[in-house]
């Protein structure tokens, strides 16, 4: 099989062609607006771990001149050379932003002596290279306070890039986030942290090759640094609209943002400077609703009105909006213009969708036939970069009704495997299948050759023509995909069918992230992992002391299902764990007595019982197959 990408097809040619003629591309205020305030940028752009690994390159993206080729959309690669616009720019004087350094930007807001620095980016190392470049060019203020926008990683694991845990606990540097920070930013990246970050591989193609034939940028921002992901837990929760602070003479208003874009946000107004930072929720692109890695489906219609609250409170005298990605927006009636563009496309989106549910129409049916306005479609900053229209009316259809489209015929249905033998030998065979397929490729019906050999490699994993033809099909589907991540699933899977899995290039289930998890989150944790099968016939219980919080809990595995609580309980248990919550997730880790004990954990009674619990642990596959079986 030839593992060299092909060129664009005719059909993918005639589209893109379509593309550039119906939107407007001559409007270029976006490009000022990304090199507007231009200070400094770094040379090269690339950041090094201290092995030496490269864990950004933004250097990578230089090929982004000129028109698009055929083999990318037209608006995309317009995104993507916003996107790779980098350095430290000045917002308005005193408010310096770095762009260009990781997915998402940091912000730093200059107050009397020292400086906030509103979200950290994903890795300690971007986040160091940011801090860097800042420095050198506003000088050696000192950080007096960090803020945590939201609880996705991309805005805080770059933390230890910027301050130390020492300089938090000693008070020197205090940390915002907004109301269930913690718990949100934990489990996300916990529970199902190992199914996420491998399909994030493929979202944001951070293993795919850069150019016009591979990845070209996510949309959001251009894809995920593969640094170390860090986090410090925040000093200070913020939990009402409206709640002030003032840190080194630097004023903060927040307007709480629960379950839009993420579950824990807030958006902050700096009075002082009348700059808005939108956090997530107003960006240069329609968001996801349901991002592709998974996640719980986000709420349009609270979104919605959250942005309607940000207008009230703020858009009569706010003079800026910058947000977590992309580039900021000036002048009051602009800033409101925009806010109001966002605002009514979540909006619309909901409330179409759930007009047409109600007719009757299944999710992707809705997804073929919703439309939006013409002064949304032709609104750049409402474009499906990130979140397209098709997966996010999806989802609005998965929040509401769920999985199930109401068809009997789709209740009960064979898994993939079974399903696509019984539809190979329904096409008459392999090759009878294969050359229905040539044929639909050849008429560029990329989307119906996606399904027919999708059932033949899932029947026969190891049938050459078929994964070949599967990956062509996969390039010319990247090809044409306007939002980001499209692209970069398609082109992954294409990777995968001709050269095997590249894994998972970023993982942020790290340590800084596991360390932050609370004695109850570290046992669902651990209930996650038992194999319940395996566990069926154990029946075994243990006491867990912490002597820091004076706190007890009795562990309990039986019928395959570890459970806990923190109520008295009769009887003895089989063993007791004697420890502090700081060392208690070691016990996960299958290590021998006296390791445990070196961690601080002492273990009595039938001492046994701990190496029967952590044997019955299955942790994640990291390399799990997505486009074979």
Request: glycine share 8%.
């Amino acid at each position: 099989m030839t593992t060299l990408p092909k060129a664009a097809s005719p059909t993918v040619a005639r589209n893109q062609q379509v593309l550039r003629d119906s939107l407007p591309f001559a409007d270029v205020q976006d490009f000022e607006d990304a090199r507007r305030g231009l200070i400094a940028r770094r040379r090269p752009n690339a950041v090094t771990a201290d092995d030496g690994t490269v864990v950004w390159d933004n250097d990578s993206y230089t090929f982004l001149e000129g028109e698009a080729p055929d083999t990318v959309n037209p608006s995309l690669w317009r995104q993507s050379r916003l996107n790779t616009v980098d350095g430290l720019f000045e917002v308005v004087p005193g408010i310096y932003q770095v762009r260009g350094l990781d997915l998402a930007n940091t912000t730093f807001v200059e107050g009397d002596e020292g400086v906030v620095v509103v979200d950290t980016l994903l890795t300690k190392e971007t986040g160091a290279a940011a801090l860097a470049l800042y420095r050198e060019h506003r000088g050696d203020r000192p950080i007096k306070a960090v803020v945590y926008t939201h609880s996705h990683a991309d805005h805080y694991g770059g933390v230890k890039g910027f301050v130390t845990q020492e300089e938090v606990d000693s008070g020197a540097v205090r940390i915002f986030a907004p109301e269930g920070f913690t718990e949100h930013a934990v489990s996300e990246n916990v529970y199902v942290g190992t199914a996420m970050n491998r399909r994030a591989g493929y979202m944001f193609g951070a293993a795919l090759a850069r150019g016009p034939q591979g990845q070209v940028g996510a949309g959001l921002g251009q894809t995920l640094s593969t640094g170390e992901v860090t986090l410090i837990a925040p000093t200070d929760l913020v939990t009402t609209t409206g709640h002030e602070e003032v840190v080194d003479g630097v004023h903060m208003v927040f307007q709480m943002a629960p379950d839009s874009e993420a579950p824990s946000e807030f958006l902050v107004y700096f009075p002082d400077f009348k700059a808005l930072c939108a956090a997530e929720d107003a960006t240069h692109t329609f968001h996801n609703l349901l991002t592709l890695r998974g996640a719980v489906v986000r709420d349009p219609h609270g979104w919605s009105k959250i942005l309607t609250e940000t207008i009230d409170l703020f858009g009569a005298e706010a003079e800026v909006v910058f947000a977590s990605h992309h580039w900021p927006t000036w002048g009051n009636e602009r800033v409101r213009a925009f806010l109001t563009d966002q605002r009514d496309l979540y909006g619309y989106v909901h409330d179409q969708t759930l007009r047409m549910m109600n007719k009757g129409m299944t999710g992707p049916e809705i997804a073929e036939e919703l439309q939006l306005p013409p002064a949304l479609e032709n609104a750049w900053n409402a474009r499906g970069y990130y979140g397209s229209l098709n997966h996010n009316v999806k989802a609005i259809y998965q929040r509401y009704l769920g999985w199930f489209n109401g068809n009997p015929a789709t209740l009960w249905e064979h898994p993939p495997v079974a399903k696509a033998k019984r539809y190979v030998d329904l096409a008459g065979g392999a090759d009878a299948l294969l050359g229905k397929a040539r044929a639909a490729f050849d008429a560029g019906d990329f989307r119906w050759v996606a399904e027919i050999v999708n059932h033949l490699v899932f029947a026969e994993p190891d049938h050459t023509e078929a994964r070949a033809l599967l990956a062509d099909t996969y390039e010319q589907l990247g090809y044409g995909a306007e939002n980001g991540t499209w692209r970069t699933f398609y082109l992954s899977g294409a990777t995968e069918l001709r050269n095997g899995p590249f894994g998972t290039p970023t993982e942020t289930n790290a340590p800084d992230v596991v360390a932050q998890l609370t004695p109850q989150m570290l046992f669902d944790a651990l209930a996650i992992q038992i194999n319940g099968p395996h566990a069926w016939d154990e029946n075994l219980s243990i006491d867990i002391h912490l002597t820091d919080a004076d706190t007890r809990f009795r562990l309990r595995l039986a019928n395959g299902l570890l459970t806990y609580s923190a109520a008295p309980q009769s009887g003895d248990a089989d063993a007791t764990i004697t420890t502090t919550r700081h060392a208690l997730p070691a016990i996960a880790l299958g290590l021998p007595l006296q390791q445990l004990a070196a961690a601080g954990i002492d273990v009595s009674g039938d001492t046994a019982v701990l190496d029967r619990l952590t044997g019955l642990l299955d942790p994640g596959d990291k390399d799990f197959a997505i486009v074979t079986p």
